[in-house]
């Protein structure tokens, strides 16, 4: 085992920022804890949280930075037909592409420019590059490129996008091939070639509607990952609270041993019913988006409470053998302020 890292309390991608102090988790079972934490915080219910609030990749809130956003498929409220783009703390948008649509009865193609006016002072230079890469690209052999499906089988149109030097594809035809569609393309450009942006018509998105679209995003709601991140979030906090000795000791073997395998997740779960007025004292005044998570004391059972941008909660019984001093501890994150700080109440 090496201990070169450190492991976020609540993960860097929910705007965790303080760490375990390095020596509590080893590097290998953080790399494996950072596989499940990655599916839930991409695929669960806190995906629509993220993609209305924030943050980006590792704690990112601003647009600039987020190298490796989900191009997804956007619909528009004011544009017709779709558009590849990205959803970044409630806003869209919009990367540069070409939508496509070919008339197998006339053989005449109709192509459409939409592009996004952040970062570009000068709208027609930008668009004569991005066609200067798109012919590159396209009479490149080896070209690479991200298929995105698109379930909506009434618009025949197929889409063309880059983003950070990584080109996009997205077509409602599961059997499409690029290479049938490309000699029509490049004649398109020659016949027009006259005009350095062709006959394309230009669409450009401004700030004002870019909270006007609406997006689909897979999520699995049946994966025991959401949960197990909670679990593992308490946890954490618990280790960091309290104090590694008591991390590992006897009173917390099993779920040690099951957040490392990512079993038996729903055996520490808890009704509301059953130890809300243990919380509740606690939980009135604080802000949305915010995380914070609570630990009590009953006796022997340790109990916590997670609650994720104050709107995903979760009880959860940590042990029922716990051996160490009556305890009322909290751990808050107000990640949009970059602010993370421990609660802590005298029990005796």
């Known amino acids: 085992m090496t201990y070169d890292s450190a492991e976020h309390i609540i993960p860097a991608g929910l705007g965790g920022i303080k760490k375990l102090p390095k020596g509590y988790v080893s590097d290998q079972a953080n790399n494996l804890f950072s596989k499940f934490e990655a599916k839930a915080i991409r695929y669960s219910l806190l995906t629509g949280n993220r993609l209305r609030h924030g943050p980006g ?7 600039q930075k987020e190298k490796t956003p989900a191009i997804i498929l956007l619909k528009g409220e004011n544009i017709i037909g779709l558009n590849l783009g990205y ?3 409630g806003l869209a948008y919009i990367i540069p592409q070409i939508s496509c649509e070919f008339n197998c009865l006339s053989g005449e193609l ?8 952040l970062e570009n002072n000068d ?3 930008y668009l004569v590059t991005f066609k200067t890469k798109l012919v590159d690209f396209l009479l490149n052999k080896e070209r690479t490129f991200t298929f995105i499906e698109n379930d909506e089988k009434s618009i025949k149109s197929f889409y063309i996008g880059l983003h950070k030097n990584k080109w996009y594809i997205s077509s409602s035809d599961p059997s499409f091939r690029l290479d049938n569609y490309i000699n029509i393309i490049m004649n398109y450009f020659i016949k027009n070639s006259i005009n350095p942006l062709g006959k394309m018509n230009i669409n450009l998105i401004n700030n004002t509607s870019k909270s006007a679209f609406k997006y689909t995003y897979p999520i699995d709601i049946t994966d025991m990952g959401f949960f197990y991140l909670f679990l593992k979030i308490a946890f954490n906090s618990l280790a960091y609270l309290l104090g590694q000795e008591m991390a590992l000791s006897s009173s917390f073997d099993d779920i040690r041993q099951d957040i490392i395998n ?3 997740i729903n055996n520490y779960l808890l009704p509301r019913s059953e130890c809300r007025e243990l919380f509740d004292n606690y ?9 914070y998570i609570f630990i009590v004391s009953k006796g022997t059972m340790l109990y916590s409470y997670v609650s994720l941008y104050n ?4 009880y959860m019984a940590l042990s029922n053998n716990y051996q160490g001093e009556p305890i009322v501890s909290g751990f808050i994150c107000d990640w949009k302020s970059k602010n993370e700080y421990v609660y802590t109440e005298n029990c005796t």
């Open 57 to 63: 990749k590792r704690g990112n809130q601003k647009v």
């Open 283 to 291: 939980v009135k005044n604080l802000k949305n988006n915010e995380h």
């Open 110 to 117: 109709k192509i459409d420019f939409t592009g996004d006016h």
């Open 123 to 125: 709208f027609s230079e």
């Open 262 to 264: 990512c079993e038996n």
């Open 87 to 89: 959803i970044f703390m």
């Open 311 to 314: 709107e995903w909660h979760s």
